[in-house]
Structures are given as structure tokens and as C-alpha cells.
């Protein structure tokens, strides 16, 4: 089944305290992103990849590190989190970014809080 | 001003309505995104479109590059078309995606 998964799909934890989300998907897409979804706020992105070990700042890249050295993975790192970092996280990927590539696939979503 | 604005923020129905959901955007874009956010949280793709006009079912999805608007409409609306509906847009970095804040549509049987 292709699909975008996000790990883990809930996590509290303490301020300071280093993390990993992890997004895997199956699709053989080129392109990946992550965004954060705040009350009032709507979604926002974080970062994006164009492909392999080609990553970009979003709107919001402050606090957070990604990496893509395979295709299929696109984790986001939180070095050193703080409770404004708490947020619904997701993931998404798609073929490419035209017309025909460009249809977005979702994980789940993550929900961090962060004490 | 937000770059991305939807209209309106929330709205609710009677089955069977006609309802329309607008985005306006202020930046340039290489194509505008319709997203369907259920009540559980779960994100799909509606329509990826940069001109003119898709359909897909019930649901239609116009942009007018000019005037800087799309509009998703639903025809014979359904309660479990009941969620929220995002508009996002391409920006001339095309990675880069900007979201409006969501229109949360409720439609009551």
C-alpha cells in the first residue's frame, strides 16, 4: 500500500531534550516536506527536499534540522526542544512539484508537546 | 496580510446545498493545492490546478490567474463532506508551500 508514515504519532516530552520524527515513504517521490499545524495558524512549512541531499528552508525552519540522504526518508530533527515547539507535525511527499507530479500524499501526523 | 486568504472561515449547510469555498493569494504561484482535513486530523490531496478548471465527482475546483482566486465548490453536499478544507499555493520557488488558514465546513443532515 503506498503510504507516508510518521513516527512517532505522540510524544511528550522535556524542553532541552533531543528528538527525531522520522517520515518514510514507499512512493519513490522525489520530493518531501514537513510542515507544523498551530491553532489559528493554519499549516506552515518547516523544510522541504527537492530530492536527495538537496534540502530547503519553509516559512517556520527555526528550531528544526532535516536531512535526506536516502529517498525514502525525511526526518526531522529537533536539536533542543522548547514548549513553542509544540504543534501537530506532518509530512508529505509527491512525485515532483508540477502539475502532474505534483500531487501531495500526507502522513498521519505527529503531536509533540513539549514540557 | 496574510499572503493566502480563505473565505469564508467557517460555514455550515443543509445536505443537498451548493457551497463554495474561495482563496484568494497575493504572490505569484506555479499552481494552487485543494487539501481536505478530516475531523480525525487526516490530510488528503483535492486538485492540484493552475488554470481554469477540474472536476472530480461532486467536487469542482476553478482558478483565475488574473485576478489571483480559486474557488472549490461542491455540488449536492453531503455530511460526510463535513471538514476542513485548505487552500494552498506554489510560490516561484515551487518547494516552497503557503497555506490559508482553512475553511471548516459542517454540513448538517
Known amino acids: 500500500e503506498a503510504q507516508v508514515t510518521q513516527n512517532p504519532r505522540y510524544l511528550i516530552t522535556v524542553t532541552g531534550k533531543k528528538l527525531t520524527v522520522t517520515c518514510s515513504q514507499n512512493m519513490n517521490h522525489e520530493y518531501m516536506s514537513w510542515y507544523r499545524q498551530d491553532p489559528g495558524l493554519g499549516l506552515r512549512q518547516i523544510y522541504y527536499s527537492m530530492n536527495v541531499e538537496v534540502t530547503d528552508k519553509g516559512d517556520v525552519p527555526e528550531g528544526y534540522k532535516v536531512s535526506r540522504k536516502e529517498k525514502r526518508n525525511f526526518p526531522l530533527i529537533l536539536e533542543s526542544p522548547s514548549p513553542n515547539q509544540t504543534s501537530l507535525y506532518f509530512c508529505?511527499?509527491?512525485?515532483?512539484?508540477?502539475?502532474?507530479?505534483?500531487?501531495?500524499?500526507f502522513g498521519e501526523g505527529s503531536r509533540l508537546t513539549v514540557l | 496580510k496574510n499572503e493566502v486568504e480563505q473565505s469564508p472561515q467557517n460555514l455550515t449547510a443543509q445536505e443537498g446545498e451548493f457551497i463554495t469555498i474561495n482563496c484568494s493569494y497575493s504572490?505569484?504561484?506555479?499552481?494552487l493545492h485543494w487539501l481536505q482535513q478530516h475531523p480525525g486530523g487526516g490530510i488528503v490531496s483535492l486538485f492540484m490546478?493552475?488554470?481554469g478548471k477540474k472536476k472530480h465527482g461532486r467536487l469542482i475546483a476553478t482558478i483565475n490567474i488574473q485576478e489571483k482566486h480559486s474557488s472549490l465548490h461542491i455540488t449536492a453536499s453531503h455530511p460526510r463532506d463535513s471538514a476542513v478544507y485548505i487552500c494552498?499555493?506554489?510560490?516561484?520557488?515551487?518547494?516552497?508551500?503557503?497555506f490559508g488558514k482553512g475553511t471548516k465546513l459542517s454540513v448538517k443532515p
Open positions: 504572490v505569484g504561484i506555479s499552481a
Open positions: 508529505a511527499s509527491s512525485f515532483g512539484v508540477y502539475l502532474d507530479t505534483g500531487e501531495l500524499f
Open positions: 494552498a499555493v506554489r510560490g516561484g520557488s515551487q518547494g516552497n508551500l503557503i
Open positions: 490546478l493552475s488554470s
